[in-house]
């Protein structure tokens, strides 16, 4: 088994599959939280729906296309539900509960996407350059140009 393809252990395929679900998880709870179990007292269930499912909405389709750098980027996104998860369980006693599962589906989620996108990043041959090899490389540039 080539470890170089792996994170913790765990190939890209396992990665792939648990990121892809939990994804998916958390828009259908996002759907099931705000429609059905706990819609919000002031404003129409739908709009504010709506509202929650945009941002969740944007790295949908390079996800489900399995990219990896979507993956990575996509955990940006999850910080907004994270946050939110975080600010109910503090603040909202009758929702802890669901906060609770939102947070441990981001949880999953994000985690996933870190493993998903590191490993086949690598398989595929991609790779992000060390910084201090980056910071030689810019110095060693304008050192050329000023002389």
Known sequence: ?????????????IWRYSALIAYLSLGVWILV????LSPHPHIEAIKITLLWFLPWLLPL???????????????????FYFLHALTVLYLNEGEQWLAAIELLIISISFISNIG???????????????????EKEEKARFQSTDT
């Open 1 to 13: 088994m080539n470890n170089s393809h792996t994170l913790w252990g765990i190939h890209s395929p």
């Open 33 to 36: 939280w705000q429609m059905w």
């Open 61 to 79: 389709y390079g996800i489900l296309r399995s990219r990896p750098y979507t993956h990575a980027w996509a955990n940006f996104i999850l910080m």
């Open 116 to 134: 998903f996108a590191r490993t086949r990043g690598k398989e595929l041959g991609l790779k992000l350059k060390k910084l201090s090899l980056v």
